[in-house]
């Protein structure tokens, strides 16, 4: 069974702090690696797919980077429009490989 | 197309009532799916079509839910007999089988059974 686990489950940074969120994951043949953002009362928002160990994506002030075992998403100088939940998902080859595995995600509070 | 919509946003009912809910999907998405998120979890597979074929429902997925999809186009979602523990945020989500890039989610429905 697909599993995911991120940490921390909360992080407050000061603007312009930057950090890295982590996401672990086993999977029996990674499909997708996928970061969501989701914001208090809404639908998770598509941030970034990964495909292979070594793959990294950027948008802004995020980098989103890839192993064999974990990704990490890499904040560089936060604001505070960046506080939100992020989530990240994982999509095996095997029988259900249309399916996603989220982890619990990681509570971004960027203070100004 | 202006993503993926749902209806209602919100749900308040009474335990023992029956709700329904509605997903429209992105047009050109063959592809739906259900997932249910409670407060700090992540959301949790519930059931996938591909056009109007429902091809898997999650063990989460009691009897008393059931899902349609007729003409491969939108889908509700259905809970009969409510429980307090049915309480949660119920998520659609589209995607086509011709690209793997991920979902688009709704914004969901909060359902809250008092």
């Known amino acids: 069974e697909d599993q995911v686990t991120q940490s921390p489950e909360a992080l407050r940074l000061q603007e312009g702090e930057s950090s890295s969120l982590n996401c672990s994951y086993t999977?029996?043949?990674?499909?997708?690696l996928f970061w969501y953002r989701q914001d208090p009362g809404k639908g998770p928002e598509f941030l970034f797919t990964l495909y292979s160990a070594g793959e990294e994506k950027e948008k802004e002030r995020l980098k989103a980077t890839l192993t064999k075992k974990e990704s990490f998403l890499h904040i560089t100088a936060p604001k505070p429009e960046d506080s939100a939940t992020y989530l990240c998902a994982v999509q095996g080859s095997g029988g259900s490989n249309y399916k996603l595995t989220f982890g619990k995600g990681t509570l971004l509070t960027v203070n100004p | 197309d202006t993503g993926v919509s749902q209806d209602p946003r919100h749900k308040i009912t009474k335990r023992g009532q029956n709700v329904t809910f509605r997903c429209d999907p992105i047009s050109e998405h063959n592809r739906l799916y259900w997932y249910r998120q409670t407060l700090g979890q992540g959301p949790e597979f519930l059931t996938y079509?591909?056009?109007?074929?429902?091809?898997?429902k999650s063990r989460l997925l009691s009897d008393r839910f059931s899902a349609e999809r007729p003409k491969g186009s939108f889908s509700t979602l259905e809970i009969q007999r409510t429980e307090q523990g049915d309480s949660a945020m119920y998520l659609c989500a589209s995607s086509s089988s011709s690209a793997n890039y991920g979902y688009t989610f709704g914004s969901g429905t909060r359902l809250t059974v008092v």
């Open positions: 079509f591909q056009n109007e074929a429902q091809l898997e």
């Open positions: 999977v029996s043949g990674l499909r997708g």
